[in-house]
């Protein structure tokens, strides 16, 4: 049986080319290739590619590297070729071909694709939290959201959640109603986190209408009246008054406007409270 020895070395965790790898050598059949791999990873000096070479010859092992700063993967290139190690390197041919092609230096910054993938994983977070914390379903997310928007029915609660969760921010949305009583906790979140989103009742009253329409339902219905509207209105300033955030006027902006207007101020209230 051959036993088969690979020293996975990079500048970050190695990930990459252990899963190539093994990849490769799941290709052969285990009872004739017995293979164990080391990894050695955040090599970032000489010295460090000076010991995984010194491993290498003393286990006359195969070297897999992904290095990304120029100067220690030409440093691994030439003590390779000085000592006739067997090696590959995962990320060195492509680098130089896009450096060919593109008009622009790379970052040269190991374990940008983890940093990456964690942006991802929060934004799905926050895409998720909306999901669940949508129209203030369970108060128990005020304590963990990034940005509570508060609002009377037709202010594009939900649309602003999920715009907002695309940029990472976990929002949950309260619907202001006269006849519902707030959750208790939302006079204990911190202020600078809350915004409440106002509309003209001019604005309110044609979105109203339009919607009853699409119900199917006669547009003299109270839900569009100007009496309930102004109700509404004037319990909404009330408690706003009462919790002490910013206000945004929604009346005549796009979604994207009024989300960057929200991100302005939770970055202006996160830099005063830092």
């Known amino acids: 049986m051959e036993n088969i020895k690979i020293i996975v070395a990079s500048d ?3 990930e ?3 899963l190539v790898a093994r990849a490769c050598i799941s290709q052969f059949n285990p009872n004739q290739c017995d293979s164990e791999i080391n990894r050695y990873p955040y090599i970032e000096s000489l010295e460090n590619v000076d010991e995984v070479i010194q491993v290498a010859k003393d286990t006359e092992a195969i070297v897999i590297y992904t290095l990304v700063k120029p100067e220690i993967r030409k440093y691994m290139e030439a003590k390779i070729k000085e ?3 067997k ?3 995962i990320m060195g041919p492509l680098m130089n071909i896009l450096l060919d092609k593109i008009d622009e ?3 040269f910054e190991p374990g940008l694709v983890h940093q ?3 942006a991802y994983f929060k934004k799905i977070d926050a895409i998720e939290f ?3 914390y949508d129209d203030g379903k369970d108060p128990k997310g005020l304590s963990k959201a990034d940005i509570v928007l508060l609002g009377i029915s037709r202010t594009s609660k939900t649309p602003l959640s999920q715009y907002l969760a695309h940029k990472s921010y976990k929002v949950m949305n309260i619907p202001i109603v006269p006849e519902v009583t707030p959750p208790d906790d939302l006079f204990n979140v911190d202020p600078s986190k809350c915004i409440a989103l106002k509309i003209s009742e001019e604005k309110l009253n044609r979105i109203r209408k339009e919607r009853l329409k699409q119900l199917g339902l006669g547009d003299s219905a109270r839900y569009a009246t100007e009496q309930r509207i102004e109700e509404e209105l004037n319990y909404f300033h009330e408690l706003v008054d009462k919790i002490g955030c910013p206000i945004i006027d929604v009346s005549d902006k796009a979604i994207e406007e009024t989300a960057n207007d929200i991100i302005s101020i939770i970055e202006q209230n ?4 830092q």
């Not at 996160?270 to 409270?273: G, T």
């Open 87 to 89: 090696s590959v390197d």
């Open 12 to 14: 970050s965790v190695g």
């Open 270 to 273: 996160s830099f005063k409270n």
């Open 130 to 132: 909306a999901v669940k």
């Open 116 to 118: 990456l993938d964690e």
């Open 105 to 107: 230096q790379p970052y």
């Open 83 to 85: 000592d006739e190690i």
């Open 16 to 18: 990459t080319a252990e």
